[in-house]
């Protein structure tokens, strides 16, 4: 509790704590970070959230999400009768929409032939901002890749899991067509 304190008060105070806490209870750390184009904190999905100018915010669908976090979240619902299934989705989903912000500075719902491609190619050399050894989801030190290269097996799962969610997001049209 105390931690999690110093750490939501650490400009104020002029202090940061710069060790590690696991907890189980997410909630003893800052619920929300905002991840800003080229300058972003890595933080899982449950701890995501996106500046409005890369959110997706202006979509039309069949779906009640206000922006492409809720899209995400309500593609990744659909599977939660499928435990492992959700977990592999949300763990490509993660790795895609930060790289989308940080890396690209664009929405998911925005992103073209050519941000696709160059995911494509970043999921063979992830940048070492991205990649960090096994950490608590609510650590400071987690990161959406692990430091050893994703095998080729990996990759091509990975872009498969992408196509699913993008092939669903344009079925409920919060996406116009699936890049």
């Given at each position: 509790m105390l931690v999690s304190w110093l750490r939501r008060h650490a400009r104020s105070i002029g202090c940061t704590v710069t060790f590690d806490?696991?907890?189980?209870?997410?909630?003893?750390?800052p619920v929300k970070q905002t991840v800003e184009a080229g300058r972003g904190t890595l933080v899982p999905?449950?701890?995501?959230?996106?500046?409005?100018?890369h959110s997706g915010a202006?979509?039309?669908?069949?779906?009640?999400?206000?922006?492409?976090?809720?899209?995400v979240r309500a593609y990744l619902h659909r599977h939660s009768a499928q435990q492992a299934t959700q977990l592999a989705y949300r763990r490509e989903l993660e790795r895609l929409l930060p790289w989308a912000t940080v890396e690209r500075g664009t929405a998911l719902s925005s992103m073209s032939v050519e941000d696709c491609k160059a995911y494509n190619a970043f999921l063979a050399a992830p940048s070492s901002a991205f990649c960090g050894a096994p950490a608590s989801r609510t650590s400071?030190?987690?990161?959406?890749?692990a430091p050893d290269a994703l095998s080729p097996e990996s990759q091509r799962?990975?872009?498969?899991?992408?196509?699913a969610a993008f092939a669903w997001l344009e079925q409920v049209r919060y996406l116009a067509g699936n890049p």
């Open positions: 806490i696991k907890t189980a209870d997410p909630l003893a750390l999905l449950e701890r995501l959230a996106v500046p409005r100018a202006q979509a039309f669908a069949y779906v009640r999400a206000r922006h492409d976090l809720d899209a400071g030190r987690w990161r959406p890749f799962y990975a872009v498969r899991a992408i196509l």
